[in-house]
């Protein structure tokens, strides 16, 4: 006989701030490594939404697909990161700005010792990212990018003050990036997609745990799903960690990998 469990309904509070408080305990990432002999390998957890039939975009935007709790987790898993970490494509698409301090929490981020804010980073190959993208410019925004990159666009965004990071040579890489990360002590990481960079950090097997909406409509088109990639890709398992339900309908499901790694993973400088 299999066991079945009820998902948890979310029923707003009467405040806002405890509905909040209450999503950031679920989904605070696993505490740090007491002991840090070597430097620890950042925990990457995705976001994104999609549609019952599996779409992630209405009219080439995932905005279609949002509703009040969708942005209560969007900005409680903000709020818990170190850093976000984001195609270039979607920042550009959805019309990304720097994160900003939110005030709900800046207690808790303190006592954690971040930032007020976590920092961007943008992957690009093509540095096709236009001169006028007001993230770019901040000291707190890193553009992660490859050795290929067109000189001409390497030094376009350099002239508008980006902090470019070459992550390989052809392309860049997911382990790549995670090692900036971790230089920078981001070990909380954030992915908001889109899809191809979800293709790739899946590929890499460097997912470690994957917060799903599921928007309560059907959508039908031809949009794509949360995971691009043009090769099938090694089956990951992984296993529920929590399923939230909103009086909206939305059903907010968490994913981590198994067998169970709850901990930050261990890299020696060697590896
Ligand atoms: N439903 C959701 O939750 C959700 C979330 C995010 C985005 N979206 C939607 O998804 C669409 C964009 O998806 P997408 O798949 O085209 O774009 P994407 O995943 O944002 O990824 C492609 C972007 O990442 C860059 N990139 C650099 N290195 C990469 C690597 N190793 N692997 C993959 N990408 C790398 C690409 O740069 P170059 O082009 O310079 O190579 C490109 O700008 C938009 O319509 C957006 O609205 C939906």
């Given at each position: 006989?299999?066991?079945?469990?009820?998902?948890?309904?979310?029923?707003?509070?009467?405040?806002?701030?405890?509905?909040?408080?209450?999503?950031?305990?679920?989904?605070?990432?696993?505490?740090?490594?007491?002991?840090?002999?070597?430097?620890?390998?950042?925990?990457?957890?995705?976001?994104?939404?999609?549609?019952?039939?599996?779409?992630?975009?209405?009219?080439?935007?995932?905005?279609?697909?949002?509703?009040?709790?969708?942005?209560?987790?969007?900005?409680?898993?903000?709020?818990?990161?170190?850093?976000?970490?984001?195609?270039?494509?979607?920042?550009?698409?959805?019309?990304?700005?720097?994160?900003?301090?939110?005030?709900?929490?800046?207690?808790?981020?303190?006592?954690?010792?971040?930032?007020?804010?976590?920092a961007l980073a943008l992957?690009?190959?093509?540095l096709?990212?236009?001169?006028?993208?007001?993230p770019v410019a901040q000291p707190q925004t890193l553009v992660l990018t490859?050795?290929?990159?067109?000189?001409?666009?390497r030094?376009?965004l350099t002239d508008i003050g980006a902090t470019l990071i070459d992550c390989?040579?052809?392309?860049?890489?997911?382990?790549?990036?995670?090692?900036v990360?971790?230089?920078r002590?981001?070990?909380?990481?954030?992915?908001?997609?889109?899809?191809?960079?979800?293709?790739?950090?899946?590929?890499?097997?460097?997912?470690?745990?994957?917060?799903?909406?599921?928007?309560?409509?059907?959508?039908?088109?031809?949009?794509?799903?949360?995971?691009?990639?043009?090769?099938?890709?090694?089956?990951?398992?992984?296993?529920?960690?929590?399923?939230?339900?909103?009086?909206?309908?939305?059903?907010?499901?968490?994913?981590?990998?198994?067998?169970?790694?709850?901990?930050?993973?261990?890299?020696?400088?060697?590896?």
């Amino acid at each position: 006989m299999f066991g079945l469990q009820k998902a948890t309904q979310l029923t707003p509070a009467d405040d806002q701030a405890t509905t909040l408080r209450w999503l950031a305990q679920q989904y605070a990432y696993p505490p740090l490594p007491s002991s840090p002999p070597c430097l620890p390998r950042p925990f990457v957890r995705a976001n994104m939404v999609g549609s019952i039939d599996g779409a992630v975009t209405v009219d080439g935007r995932s905005g279609g697909l949002g509703g009040p709790g969708d942005k209560a987790v969007f900005r409680v898993l903000r709020a818990l990161a170190d850093v976000v970490v984001v195609g270039a494509s979607t920042a550009v698409t959805e019309g990304y700005r720097q994160p900003s301090a939110d005030d709900e929490f800046t207690a808790d981020r303190t006592a954690r010792d971040q930032t007020p804010a976590p920092a961007l980073a943008l992957l690009s190959r093509s540095l096709s990212i236009p001169d006028d993208f007001a993230p770019v410019a901040q000291p707190q925004t890193l553009v992660l990018t490859c050795a290929s990159a067109p000189a001409d666009r390497r030094s376009a965004l350099t002239d508008i003050g980006a902090t470019l990071i070459d992550c390989g040579d052809d392309t860049v890489d997911p382990h790549a990036v995670l090692d900036v990360c971790a230089e920078r002590g981001w070990v909380r990481v954030l992915t908001e997609g889109g899809p191809s960079l979800l293709g790739s950090l899946a590929q890499a097997d460097a997912l470690d745990e994957l917060c799903v909406t599921t928007a309560p409509v059907v959508v039908g088109g031809d949009a794509g799903r949360i995971v691009s990639h043009r090769d099938a890709l090694p089956t990951r398992p992984m296993r529920p960690v929590s399923i939230i339900t909103d009086d909206d309908g939305y059903v907010f499901t968490r994913w981590a990998r198994t067998p169970t790694e709850d901990t930050y993973g261990h890299r020696t400088d060697t590896d």
